[in-house]
């Protein structure tokens, strides 16, 4: 089983908390299975969003999970950073407060975090 590196809250933007979580994936069954063990705890299961994208050897995946536009911020920040066979789920708790376009600033925030945790430059 891939080992899910979990970094926690990170950052708060009007009483939204976002949290960002990653792991070294191969297959879709492998990024399901990461999903599914950050979802085995309820403070992720019930988050607003769990967004995520993947870069695998055979293309790129993403998925918005509510979140519009924000699994291709996460997958274009991959790219640049030449990071391969990964994912990285940003998941946030709505705080009460429309973000607007701030949204995607702290979905970058939260992936640079994670792309600076593993050591890979943007």
Do not use: C
């Not at 590196?5 to 990461?34: N, Q």
């Not at 790129?60 to 920040?77: C, F, Q, T």
């Not at 991959?78 to 009460?96: C, D, F, K, N, P």
């Amino acid at each position: 089983m891939t080992t899910v590196v979990r970094l926690g809250v990170i950052l708060t933007d009007r009483g939204s908390k976002y949290a960002v979580s990653g792991a070294s994936v191969a297959s879709r069954a492998e990024i399901d299975a990461v999903l599914n063990e950050l979802k085995s705890d309820k403070t992720y299961a019930k988050a607003t969003h769990n967004t995520w994208a993947a870069t695998l050897p055979t293309g790129a995946l993403k998925a918005d999970d509510g979140e519009g536009g924000a699994g291709m911020v996460i997958l274009r920040m991959m790219q640049r950073a030449g990071l391969e066979s990964h994912v990285i789920i940003v998941t946030r708790w709505y705080g009460g407060k429309k973000l607007g376009g701030d949204r995607f600033r702290r979905v970058q925030d939260a992936t640079r975090t994670y792309l600076d945790q593993m050591d890979v430059a943007p």
